[in-house]
């Protein structure tokens, strides 16, 4: 699976969009992107995916460069209970059984 | 829906003793992921168990073991317990189809700390 690079830590004043950068440069043609949370002391929290379109749902939208080397995920209000260790991983998503790959993440920080 | 749990939430074991963790599944998942998280770090992967069998493993030692059970439920077993299997110990749950792998759903985990 391809390695990402995201920024060790991040603030954001409360109300105000989130938006999380993700780099992966060396993302192959059949890797989706992934982002999870995790809240202190919390399992993952699954938030959204995509391979090459856009995509958002109830918590977040994804947005994926059009060669695919970068990507931003966001929170469009973000609130206190955001507070979070966001994780950006590729995967590919059909064939193979490797876990998921964790790197450091970034640190969130929502600022009231 | 019930989402993945897992038992207990925390724990306590001596060095060189023995430890089974216990996970339960998303209801219509069939495959069982098994992570360790050390303090600081993001998780790593262990190994995945699809069919009751080993379907991938991480870079762990024989040690750390499994199994998965026909209702999909799943254990981790590590024995000769060392100083740095103190960690969070989550489970995930996907639905699979045959090999193709789809979005991984997290337990809360266990703390485990070994003395």
């Known amino acids: 699976d391809a390695k990402t690079t995201q920024p060790p830590s991040m603030d954001c004043a409360e109300g105000r969009a989130a938006n999380l950068p993700c780099n992966h440069s060396t993302i192959s043609g059949n890797e989706y992107v992934y982002w999870y949370r995790q809240i202190h002391s919390q399992g993952p929290q699954y938030i959204i995916h995509?391979?090459?379109n856009n995509e958002t749902n109830e918590m977040a939208s994804l947005i994926i460069t059009e060669d695919r080397k970068s990507s931003t995920l966001i929170l469009p209000h973000a609130t206190l209970r955001d507070t979070a260790v966001y994780y950006c991983?590729?995967?590919?998503?059909?064939?193979?059984?490797?876990?998921?790959?964790f790197g450091k993440g970034t640190h969130l920080i929502i600022q009231p | 829906e019930t989402g993945v749990t897992q038992s207990p939430t925390h724990l306590i074991k001596t060095r060189g003793q023995q430890v089974t963790l216990r996970c339960s599944s998303q209801?219509?998942?069939?495959?069982v992921s098994w992570y360790q998280q050390a303090l600081g770090q993001g998780p790593q992967f262990i190994f995945q168990y699809y069919r009751e069998e080993e379907n991938g493993r991480g870079n762990f030692p024989p040690r750390f073991s499994g199994l998965q059970f026909p209702n999909y439920s799943s254990e981790l077993n590590v024995n000769a317990l060392e100083l740095d299997d103190s960690a969070l110990y989550l489970c995930a749950s996907s639905p699979t189809s045959g090999r193709a792998q789809e979005t991984q759903y997290f337990g809360p985990g266990t703390r485990l700390l070994v003395l």
């Open positions: 991983i590729v995967k590919v998503s059909g064939g193979g059984a490797d876990g998921l790959t």
């Open positions: 209801s219509g998942h069939n495959t």
């Open positions: 995509g391979l090459k």
